[in-house]
Every structure is written in C-alpha cells, then in structure tokens.
C-alpha cells in the first residue's frame, strides 16, 4: 500500500500537546517521514493526556502514529546544534513554544534559513507572534473562550458552555496542515525555492469556525446569544427524545427538508404558511414546531423515526457516543475508524487518515513510539555521530 502523496518530505514535530502534533500528525497520514522531537528529561505532556493502559497512554498512540521519536534538549547548545543539522535536511519544521523562545535558544526562523532556506516553520502559539497577548500562555481553552464560541454553546438561561475536548487546538492542527502544504506549493513554484514562516494562533481558525458574529455586530450592532440546540437560521433544528430514550438531531437548513419534516410527522398544512417559506420565518414559530417534531418522535422508538425519516428524504441522526460510533455499519464499512497493531497493547482501534484520495490514500504505518526510541538511530545513521559523540550528549543529557 503506497504511504501518501506526501512520501519523501521530511517534517520535524518540536510541537507538544495537540495542535501541533496532529498538524504533524496528519502530515505522517499521508507519507511525510516526521521525527518527534522531545526534551530528554520532560516528555511531551501529552504522553499523560487521557486514558491509559498498562501504562500505556493510548491518545498518544494516535497523536503519535507515522512518527519516530528522539529526546533533545533544545536550550543547550549541543542540542541546538543537534537541531539545525536536522533542519538542514528538512521541509517542514513545526513549534508551539512562546514566542521568542526559539531565537533565545539560538534558533528562530533567521538561523533556520541560514542552514536550510527551504524550511517551512509552522509556529502555533495561543495568540499569534505579535501583539498584545503573544507573550501568553495559550492553551485551547482560552481559545474556546475568546473566540465567541462557548459565549454562543449552551442553553439561553445558562452559563457559557466549553467542549469537553480539544477542539481549538485539533481545528487549529487540521489548518496547520493545510497552512503548511500552502507554504510547501509555493515554495514549489516560487523561483528561488524559499521556505516561510507561518504564523498559526489557536484563536483564528476556531474564530472562523464560529461564524460570522464579528460582521453581524460589525453591520447590525447586533450580539448574538445562545439558544441551546436551536439556531437562529432555521427551525426545526434541535435533539429530540424517543420513546425508547435516545436522543435524535434533526436538521432543516433547506427548505425542501423542513417541508418533508412537517408533512412527516403530520402537518403538510404548515408547509402553506407564508412564514414557512424561509428559515428566518420558522424561526419565529419554533415553539410550536419543536412540539410537533418532538411530540411526534416521542412516541416513536429510535429505529422507527430514522426509518421514517431515511424513506422521507428528510435529515436525521441519532446523537452518538464512543459505543454507537465503533458499532455503527457505515463507519465500519467506510472503516473510519481502522486496527492497527501495536508492539504494547497488541491491537489498537484509532481514526483512519483524515481523507480518502483514490490514488494515494496515505496510511498509518505505525503507533506512537517510546519517548527517545529512536535517538540513537537519528543522530548515527542520518548525522553521522559516532558512538563516543553519542554517549557524550547522553552523559550530559542532552539526549535520551
């Protein structure tokens, strides 16, 4: 099986945590050769993120899969040196320290093209690296905060509601990818082949992702709130209970589905109300279609309304958790979700490559390694250390 249409480039993760390393991540999906790179004594941080077992954290598993890994330490200047020969023969070099930590250490953007002009350098920081809050710690939550979304997310009546995942930082990493092959394209077709500098914050991409609130209260002086599951675009648009105590979401946003909604669970006279025309005009009756979409499922099992629903074109989905998604028969016909085999835990169920492409699908070849599995291997076989060289920078702790 062909590893990826990214097959040859050569991609350094010194990111930690999330959004980083899944922009490097989704890199590896598709045939980049990505080395992580690690402090010698503090692992990333997300080799302690979420579930483990036998002691073996298995988000990192996934974080971490395409990747081989070796400990370094930045700060020092053997480390930093360790580094730039690295990047000499390197695309794509990622980060997500605070701006101004890269140039203490000896390594910004400037001595990076001094070694390789070709570098692209994807920097994700909280904010960006200029203006008032770069030197901030950043951290997806506060993303989540700022960019409108946990103001909008959550009943009327009560308080701004975070997602209980990463979500800043994981829309942040999949346009890091998309940023970083931008970067690669031209580099590609500009005439002297020069890498760029990216300057990637957690806030934009999730601000984009929100909408367009900033333009309405440009234009409108209008603040938008929350309004729990339903939206101000269109009506009937919420999660519905069954008889059979499942929560189903329904969805309206094209007219032809609302009036097949309507004439489903018995009103087609509604469909010749003036402001049944537009999303905007059910709005303003949605009381009384939530009652009737809700009551008319209620009495109906979860089966039996997605049944209903599928024969009448009309859009439905049953609110899902991790059991129904690894249950369900289009995910694993579609296999998105795959097994791979892992050295520790011998078999693991993880999210497939991100995308299908029909020529080169890209593919995981490999889980999330130990912390320093392959230091040795880097620093002899690719820079050409000796094994005194080695057992130096080990001694001093440079490596691991």
Request: charged share 25%; hydrophobic share 40%; net charge negative.
């Amino acid at each position: 099986m062909p590893d990826g249409p990214l097959q040859g480039l050569r991609v350094l993760d010194v990111s930690t945590i999330l959004a980083g390393p899944l922009c490097a991540q989704i890199l590896g999906d598709f045939g980049a050769e990505v080395l992580k790179v690690e402090h010698s004594a503090k692992p990333d941080g997300m080799r302690g993120h979420g579930k483990s077992k036998d002691g073996h954290a298995l988000w990192w598993k996934e974080i971490s899969r395409n990747k081989r890994t070796i400990g370094l330490t930045l700060s020092a200047p053997e480390g930093a040196e360790v580094l730039l020969r690295l990047a000499e023969r390197s695309d794509v070099l990622i980060e997500n320290f605070r701006p101004g930590t890269l140039e203490k250490w000896g390594l910004g953007p400037e001595r990076l093209h001094e070694v390789n002009p070709g570098l692209v350098i994807v920097r994700v920081t909280g904010f960006g690296q200029k203006g008032p809050y770069a030197g901030r710690a950043g951290f997806g939550t506060l993303a989540e905060a700022m960019s409108g979304f946990a103001h909008l997310t959550g009943d009327p009546d009560g308080p701004p509601t975070l997602p209980a995942f990463g979500l800043a930082d994981s829309v942040c990493g999949i346009a890091a990818s998309s940023a970083a092959m931008m970067a690669l394209f031209h580099r590609e077709r500009s005439e002297d082949g020069r890498g760029q500098v990216v300057d990637m914050s957690l806030l934009e991409p999730l601000m984009t992702a929100v909408g367009p609130s900033p333009t309405v209260y440009d234009q409108l002086g209008v603040v938008e709130t929350r309004h729990g599951n339903r939206s101000t675009n269109n009506a009937p648009r919420n999660t519905y209970r069954t008889s059979d105590g499942y929560w189903l979401a329904v969805s309206t946003s094209a007219q032809a589905i609302a009036e097949r909604v309507i004439r489903l669970v018995g009103h087609p006279e509604l469909v010749d109300e003036p402001w049944f025309a537009s999303g905007r005009g059910r709005v303003e009756h949605v009381d009384l279609l939530d009652e009737l979409v809700g009551g008319w499922i209620g009495e109906r099992t979860r089966a039996e309304v997605v049944d209903a629903f599928t024969e009448a074109g009309a859009a439905v989905a049953p609110v899902y958790d991790a059991r129904d998604l690894v249950e369900d028969p289009h995910v694993r016909e579609t296999e998105m979700l795959t097994r791979v085999p892992d050295p520790d835990l011998g078999e693991l169920l993880m999210h497939n490559v991100m995308w299908r492409m029909s020529e080169t699908p890209g593919r995981i070849r490999f889980t999330g390694r130990a912390h320093g599995a392959d230091t040795d291997s880097v620093l002899v076989e690719e820079l050409g250390y000796d094994a005194a060289e080695v057992a130096a920078l080990r001694e001093k702790k440079i490596i691991s």
